[in-house]
């Protein structure tokens, strides 16, 4: 069992747990720098806590980058779920997502919005890696959650359903990318703008 550093885990510490603040480092190093230039030193120091602490907590850096992955992911889901909240129908449920990575992006943009931080991290990684089992999944869940909605209005044609659900996912991916490069918002409000276009359509 991992252990976590006691004086950090006192009820009212405002700057969390030693595992929270290792998880917050690594993420803003990992997403504004990459995780190969990011070695283990950098991410102690920005935790604020002896790197042994960091090996108490996760059993590698590869361990850590996956937790930030998986946490990554969760955060995503939060925003979407926050967005879902507020749609009224079953257009703005799939519009949710677009929204729900906009959302994401603003908070990433503190060194300079980089695209999307799962892809990013892929990237860097070998293939067959966990990691990129982890980003994947979170792809499929993302194109699952359009279809879904997609369902909806499209109810007696699943396959329809479907085959946007993949059309929109494919235009979501491609802004997330040019806007990464970009370091601007500016592909993912396009992209939105087209999705709306295409529900018009169906």
């Given amino acids: ?22 998880l917050a480092a690594a993420g803003r190093r990992f997403y504004a720098y990459g995780v190969s230039a990011t070695g283990v030193d950098t991410i102690t120091a920005e935790a604020g806590v002896a790197k042994m602490s960091l090996y ?26 926050k967005r879902l909240e507020a749609a009224v129908d079953a257009h703005g449920s799939v519009l949710a997502v677009f929204d729900a990575y906009a959302d994401h992006a603003v908070l990433s943009c503190d060194h300079g919005f980089r ?30 959650l359009l279809a879904r909605h997609l369902s909806q209005l499209l ?36 992209a939105r703008s087209l999705a709306v276009h295409l529900l018009h359509q169906l």
């Fill in 56 to 81: 108490n907590n996760f059993f590698s850096k590869a361990d850590l980058m996956r937790a930030y992955l998986d946490a990554r992911h969760e955060e995503w889901m939060g925003l979407y779920r």
């Fill in 155 to 190: 109810p007696d044609r699943p396959d329809r359903a479907r085959a946007v659900a993949e059309h929109l996912a494919f235009l979501l991916e491609g802004a997330l990318t040019r806007a990464g490069l970009e370091g601007a918002l500016t592909r993912l409000e396009h």
């Fill in 1 to 22: 069992m991992r252990d976590t550093d006691a004086s950090a885990t006192r009820p009212g510490n405002p700057q969390g747990t030693v595992r929270e603040r290792l």
């Fill in 115 to 144: 695209g999307c931080g799962l892809l990013n991290a892929a990237a860097e990684l070998p293939s067959g890696d966990e990691g990129r089992v982890i980003v994947r999944r979170h792809k499929e869940e993302v194109e699952s």
